[in-house]
């Protein structure tokens, strides 16, 4: 079983082409199935039928896992037994019939407009470090970038007189991406005067880089999101994936089409970006009901 893991992950790496982070989280939910596998006794892939997968979906849940991961964790499965099958390697396929559980309709967390800007004025850009935090700060909220998608930037995808940016999504698609003038603002002086003393003599294509002069690492970025959510009073959990739900937020609450918003952030279905006029209606709704003198809120004396 591990021999044919072996060969399923290399095949993504190499063949799919699928960023490092996709290959890591099939990684560790394909490997976490194939140990309890191995608990249990089943000692061959061609051995695992319906039963065994709903007792592996019965443990999942009694581990309390959320449903939204069990189903990512069925769905790189599924990717894996597909891959088998095709192969020749196994013969059957245990997933077919299986039904994933029904995941739970959460609503994208955001920021308002004061909160963000809070937020993008946190770092001390008399340092390198505090400039290039301003620039990711800003840029991420400009442009809706997925965390991967920020750390894979190289110099030559950026334009800064076009404010365009060439980025590289899920399954290597790329598409360009658009920034205001603060976010190119901070991108300009950043490479200016940021970039050059943190790279010192090394040579890297990388357009966020570390105090060490190498590409900036995933980590870092969520430590610097936090570090400034701190520092900028925000009372909740704020990471990185949170300011691409702001940008979308704000992008449809200002007016923007719905598929101008999906093309901006990369989506395949438009049904996942839909997810963000829910949000946008919740938002009207809420300020409709504190502004209005007869919203039925309070009731009125007469």
Same mark, same amino acid.
């Given at each position: ?43 061959s892939l061609n051995r695992v039928d319906r039963s065994v997968m709903r007792r592996y979906l019965g443990w ?40 994933? =559980? ?14 963000i800007v809070r937020l993008v004025e946190a770092p001390d ?8 935090? /301003? ?24 334009? *800064? ?6 980025? /590289?999504?899920?399954?290597? @698609? ?23 003393? *943190? ?9 966020? *880089? ?15 999101? @936090? ?36 093309? *901006? ?27 209005? =003198?007869?919203?039925? @809120? @309070?009731?009125?004396?007469?």
């Open positions: 079983m591990e021999e044919l893991f072996k060969k399923y992950i290399k095949y993504l790496e190499v063949e799919r082409s699928i960023s490092a982070y996709t290959v890591r989280n099939y990684t560790t939910d394909i490997q976490g199935f194939l140990n309890f596998l191995d608990t249990n006794g089943v000692t999942l849940q009694e581990q309390g896992i959320a449903r939204n991961s069990i189903s990512r964790k069925l769905s790189a499965l599924r990717s894996f037994y597909r891959y088998l099958m095709r192969e020749n390697l196994v013969n059957t396929e245990p997933l077919s019939s299986l039904s994933a =559980p029904k995941l739970e309709q959460r609503l994208p967390t955001f920021l308002s407009t004061d909160e850009t008399s340092t390198p470090n505090g400039i290039r935090d /301003w620039a990711i700060l800003e840029l991420l909220y400009a442009a809706g970038l997925r965390l991967s998608e920020t750390v894979d930037l190289n110099v030559g995808d950026v334009d *800064l007189n076009s404010r365009q940016i060439r980025a /590289w999504g899920k399954g290597s @698609k790329e598409r360009m991406v658009l920034m205001g003038k603060p976010a190119a603002e901070a991108l300009r002086r950043y490479v200016k005067d940021g970039r050059p003393r *943190l790279q010192g003599k090394k040579k890297s294509q990388a357009l966020f *880089l570390n105090r060490f002069g190498d590409r900036i690492a995933r980590r870092r970025i969520e430590y610097i999101i @936090k570090k400034y959510a701190r520092q900028a009073g925000l009372d909740m959990r704020v990471y990185t994936h949170m300011l691409r739900h702001t940008f979308a937020t704000h992008m449809l609450d200002g007016g923007a089409d719905l598929r101008a918003v999906q093309e *901006l952030l990369g989506h395949a279905r438009l049904a996942t970006t839909q997810i963000y006029t829910h949000v946008s209606q919740n938002q009207i709704r809420r300020t409709y009901l504190a502004a209005h =003198p007869r919203s039925g @809120k @309070k009731e009125t004396k007469r």
